[in-house]
């Protein structure tokens, strides 16, 4: 039996009996919501998360029971429908550094040290399974470009025995589900097919670097809190309340650090300062926040643990950023995982490691499935995102267009003609099209197949460059199209050979040769400028504006 009708098979029959809960979680003394806050099904090892809307919806078998718990607020149980739909959370009262009476000092050094000291204790030291539900999007100037959604699992070999360097070292990670929209970033082409272990390795417990830093860097994605201790400023902050147990909250600032350049001037590092909420009496890690800055760029990093069967787990992990492109408009990203469910048992090891975008690819999208799983609730922005992905489309339609689209951009070396007549047809009201028609003897014209690519990356989103290759020799094709990068920033390359009745059509009769289509699909200059002639940006620029009338 295929392996994904088997997994299919067990996913219908898991979702029988089960039911929706659906809620929002509000602090009873402002009713502003309540972001993060954990919700689990008491008796069992499954739960979520409420999103920055303090939303939250869970799949579960009736009867049931939902703990809900959140720094900083008294739990509390619901066990109905009812109960849940709206959930009004005691806040407790932080108890400041300077209100706080003991017998001595609060050291916040040795607090972390004995944290630290305190993992193999807090956390399991046996092999376990964890499910994550996995959410991707980004941003550029404020329009969203990108969406991924998937189930993930992760197979932590060494439970927390050893702190590890990176993600993927001793875990096992397989994406079971999966649902993307087309990439439409200006970072598309650098973008990681999916950013599993960037986010993964949010969970400082399990995640520290190894060995000193000669400095702080940006991207580094995980901690050094342990490593470059005495390059850290540490103040004690007073004491909240998680799942009504005292918790020190410690604030921590990374020293200034620099570098003399020949120039003469200083180069700064990056800074970082958060804070770490360390329960009182087994020194464990309930929450911990990380911000770094350099420049005008920002990573702001978040993990929230919660207690199952004596142990505490991750159950949301956030890492989030905005970095500067050129022309002074910001990219945004923002990655989160949720904890849905942990097993325990041999019987739940895989050996599988990070999928690359081709295995990303062979999982097939099933609709049924979203709509029986435990989700992190969506928001209001989730129109906002279906506006700027597919122009008010539905997320599941975008999803199943991005399976047609990659299987007909990612092999064109292959029933070239026929993929590149469903791209044109799928670009109609939306795109333009730049069609350069090159062949195997290219050489004279090589500068005009570079400009495109830069010309591609200038009016990225707005016009799609297409290199339609005569040649009839597919393997020398692929050889070209790899040695000279052809397939670089997003440009899309069909090889539809010397018989092509696209060429007959569109009367090509040598190459190079240029057509430029209007976003209705007609032609409208049969025999466009090269890329090479200044002047074909007024013929861009002309259509765009048209476009947009």
């Not at 060494?158 to 589900?177: C, K, M, N, S």
């Amino acid at each position: 039996m295929n392996r994904w009708v088997f997994f299919f098979l067990l996913v219908s029959y898991a979702a029988v009996g089960q039911t929706v809960v659906e809620g929002v979680i509000l602090d009873k003394d402002t009713g502003k919501p309540v972001p993060f806050a954990s919700i689990g099904i008491e008796g069992t090892a499954q739960g979520t998360s409420s999103n920055m809307e303090g939303q939250f919806s869970i799949m579960v078998h009736e009867p049931f029971s939902l703990k809900i718990t959140c720094l900083g607020y008294s739990s509390t149980i619901v066990k109905s429908k009812q109960e849940a739909a709206t959930i009004q959370l005691i806040p407790t009262v932080m108890q400041l550094n300077t209100l706080v009476v003991t017998d001595k000092e609060v050291n916040p050094k040795t607090i972390l040290r004995k944290a630290l000291a305190a993992i193999p204790a807090n956390y399991s030291k046996h092999s376990f399974k964890q499910q994550f539900f996995y959410r991707h999007y980004c941003k550029d100037g404020g329009v969203y470009g990108r969406l991924i959604e998937a189930y993930v699992d992760v197979w932590k070999n060494a439970g927390y025995r050893t702190l590890q360097p990176r993600a993927g070292i001793q875990d096992a990670i397989e994406v079971t589900q999966l649902r993307r929209s087309i990439d439409k970033t200006t970072a598309a082409q650098g973008h990681e097919p999916i950013a599993i272990t960037n986010v993964l390795q949010a969970d400082i417990v399990g995640y520290q670097m190894p060995v000193k830093s000669d400095h702080l860097s940006l991207y580094t994605e995980v901690s050094n809190l342990k490593a470059d201790f005495d390059k850290y400023s540490f103040s004690y902050k007073g004491m909240t309340y998680y799942d009504d147990q005292q918790v020190y909250e410690i604030d921590y600032t990374s020293k200034k650090d620099s570098a003399l350049t020949t120039s003469g001037k200083y180069v700064h590092y990056a800074r970082a300062s958060g804070s770490l909420f360390i329960t009182t009496d087994t020194y464990a890690f309930v929450k911990a926040e990380d911000t770094k800055t350099e420049g005008g760029n920002t990573i702001k990093t978040s993990v929230y643990y919660r207690k199952q069967n004596g142990f505490y787990y991750p159950y949301h992990l956030v890492r989030e950023g905005e970095n500067l492109a050129g022309g002074g408009n910001a990219h945004v990203f923002h990655i989160e995982m949720v904890s849905v469910e942990i097993k325990d048992g041999e019987q739940n090891k895989f050996i599988t490691h990070l999928p690359n975008k081709k295995d990303l690819f062979s999982i097939p999208y099933d609709s049924a499935f979203w709509s029986s799983h435990t989700l992190l609730k969506t928001t209001p922005l989730e129109n906002t995102i279906i506006s700027d992905l597919g122009g008010g489309a539905s997320l599941n339609k975008q999803f199943e267009r991005y399976r047609q689209y990659e299987l007909n951009v990612r092999d064109g070396g292959d029933e070239g003609e026929k993929k590149f007549t469903w791209l044109k047809e799928d670009s109609k009201g939306q795109r333009i099209l730049y069609l350069l028609f090159w062949s195997g003897d290219f050489q004279p014209y090589l500068k005009e197949l570079e400009l495109a690519k830069r010309l591609q990356h200038q009016y990225r989103n707005k016009i799609t460059f297409i290199l339609l290759s005569l040649d009839d020799n597919a393997e020398q094709w692929q050889s070209n199209v790899q040695k000279y990068s052809l397939f670089a920033d997003g440009i899309i390359n069909y090889r539809i050979g010397s018989q092509s009745a696209l060429a007959r059509s569109m009367k090509i009769k040598e190459a190079p040769s240029f057509v430029l289509l209007s976003r209705d699909g007609s032609v409208y200059q049969q025999k466009a400028k090269a890329p090479s002639d200044s002047l074909l940006i007024n013929d861009f620029n002309y259509l765009m504006a048209q476009s947009t009338n």
